[in-house]
């Protein structure tokens, strides 16, 4: 190959990058690009999550269905004491759906992921919060571990619902660990949903 280098371009969404076709080097312009890293630095450098209404009830929700009956149960508890709810969900890189501007090779920046996360999280919860009418609902994402947003979010609020076990319970398990550090660190009530029998 000796003094023919070849360069050739890769499209990346919104930017193009060049790399060297023999050395697999390049110079990549967007700070962000790259690898996991960054959209962790990323969601460090974000404001930390700010409190729910403090007359509200917040629930989390993790997609599964303990999570769609505990927001049930948030809602009409809600509805009957006329306050709003705040619905969060905690995410990582590797359970956030892939954002729209996602290709192999390019990892999406931090706003990228949260916008994804925070679509699918309205998604899950449309058809439960469209059986209460008139109910204001907010809608929270967060890169991190959930009982930690969950406790951060619920601070002075009302309440804190959430399911007895998430996506990753045990069957035999009367708590998951999430609902357990929150009814053990949370500065509010704490309503612990038991799956439907």
């Known amino acids: ?21 023999d050395t697999g080097t390049g110079n990549d312009p ?21 409190p729910g209404p403090r007359t509200g009830i917040v629930v989390g929700h993790d997609g599964s269905a303990d999570a769609d009956h ?4 948030a809602l009409d ?3 009957d004491l006329k306050v709003p709810v705040t619905i969060v969900r905690a995410w990582t890189i590797d359970t956030a759906p892939r954002p729209a501007n996602w290709e192999f090779g390019y990892v999406s920046s931090y706003s990228d992921y949260a916008g994804a996360v925070r679509e ?29 947003t969950l406790i951060e979010v619920s601070r002075g609020s009302r309440m804190l619902v959430v399911g007895s076990r998430g996506r990753g319970g045990l069957a035999g398990m009367l708590l998951g660990s999430v609902s357990e550090q929150c009814v053990r ?5 704490v309503l612990v949903v038991r799956p439907r029998s």
Do not use: F, I, W
């Open 120 to 148: 699918r999280l309205v998604d899950d919860t449309r058809d439960v919060v469209a059986e209460h009418p008139g109910l204001t609902a907010e809608y929270r994402v967060a890169l991190g571990g959930p009982a930690k």
């Open 70 to 73: 505990a927001l049930t149960v």
């Open 30 to 50: 967007r700070p962000d690009a790259g690898d996991a890293a960054a959209v962790h630095a990323e969601a460090a450098a974000q404001p930390a999550q700010q």
């Open 185 to 189: 660190h949370a500065d509010c009530p």
């Open 77 to 79: 508890l809600a509805a």
């Open 1 to 21: 190959m000796g003094g023919n280098r070849r360069s050739r371009t890769l499209r990346l969404p919104r930017q193009e990058a060049t790399m060297d076709a």
